[in-house]
């Protein structure tokens, strides 16, 4: 057993909570992986020194929490509207680590054209994307990203592509605009799973800094209450029907 002294000795840390995150309690489900994602985004903007620089844009949806938990800059998005928003930010203030924090239905369904428009113009934001494949916050029901078959509030017999057409791939739409400098999609189910992620956070996040164009961090997640499932059975699900449809790793990497 450890002493007190060998406990609060700083040589024998081994792990603390992010100086950016609050000591606020978190509201998310267990097994939710926003927390998790936080935790790397404010890792990879204190280990860059940018605290003072950051400033996240967070629209409506789970993902509009974040601004309770990191303690940067905030701005709140009208649903879908977070790009154009960082947009603005990113051409007032050039000198500033602009990034969007959104669900996949905020993103991908409302905010299509706002997400389409701004990774073309090249703007030197990074979007941080949590795919979920629903809706989580207003009830559960179909996304844009909803597999075909996935049971929701909206299709309880699952996605119908005759009826509600095909799940949507966005990551690779974004691929292939010219404005996109790094396109990548992670996940955080796993340590090493979430290595990967922040990696790819930090390479988003300088790419933006260093002017070379608009970056998409795809994350593929588990909404394990939408899902109607404990945390493991939904961790479990995701590899076994997400991945191969959103199968992880870098898309483009210009």
């Given at each position: 057993m450890l002493t007190r002294e060998q406990i609060?000795?700083?040589k024998n840390l081994v792990y603390k909570k992010p100086e950016l995150m609050n000591d606020n309690a978190m509201h998310y489900c267990p097994g939710c992986s926003h927390g998790v994602v936080h935790k790397l985004i404010a890792e990879v903007i204190q280990e860059m020194g940018m605290e003072d620089k950051a400033i996240g844009i967070s629209p409506v949806g789970c993902a509009v929490f974040i601004y309770n938990y990191l303690d940067i800059d905030w701005q709140e998005a009208?649903?879908?509207?977070?790009?154009?928003?960082?947009?603005?930010?990113?051409?007032?203030?050039?000198?500033?680590?602009?990034?969007?924090?959104?669900?996949?239905?905020?993103?991908?369904c409302i905010g299509t054209a706002e997400t389409i428009h701004a990774l073309?113009?090249?703007?030197?934001?990074t979007?941080?994307?949590?795919?979920?494949?629903?809706?989580?916050?207003?009830?559960?029901?179909?996304?844009?990203?909803?597999?075909?078959?996935?049971?929701?509030?909206?299709?309880?017999?699952?996605?119908?592509?005759?009826?509600?057409?095909?799940?949507?791939?966005?990551?690779?739409?974004?691929?292939?605009?010219?404005?996109?400098?790094?396109?990548?999609?992670?996940?955080?189910?796993?340590?090493?799973?979430?290595?990967?992620?922040?990696?790819?956070i930090r390479k988003a996040f300088e790419n933006s800094m260093?002017?070379?164009?608009?970056?998409l961090v795809e994350i593929v997640s588990t909404c394990n209450a939408g899902w109607k499932m404990t945390p493991a059975d939904a961790n479990t699900w995701m590899e076994e029907n997400m991945f191969p449809?959103?199968?992880?790793g870098d898309i483009k990497d210009k």
């Open positions: 609060i000795n700083p009208a649903h879908g509207r977070a790009p154009a928003l960082a947009t603005a930010i990113k051409r007032l203030w050039p000198a500033r680590l602009v990034f969007t924090y959104q669900g996949d239905g905020d993103l991908a073309n113009r090249g703007d030197n934001i979007i941080i994307f949590i795919n979920n494949g629903i809706y989580g916050m207003t009830g559960g029901q179909m996304a844009p990203t909803t597999l075909l078959g996935m049971k929701t509030a909206t299709c309880p017999e699952g996605r119908n592509p005759e009826i509600h057409g095909y799940p949507i791939k966005i990551t690779e739409v974004a691929a292939q605009l010219e404005g996109t400098a790094y396109v990548t999609r992670q996940a955080v189910h796993t340590v090493a799973a979430i290595r990967k992620a922040k990696k790819a260093e002017g070379k164009g608009s970056n449809f959103y199968p992880l």
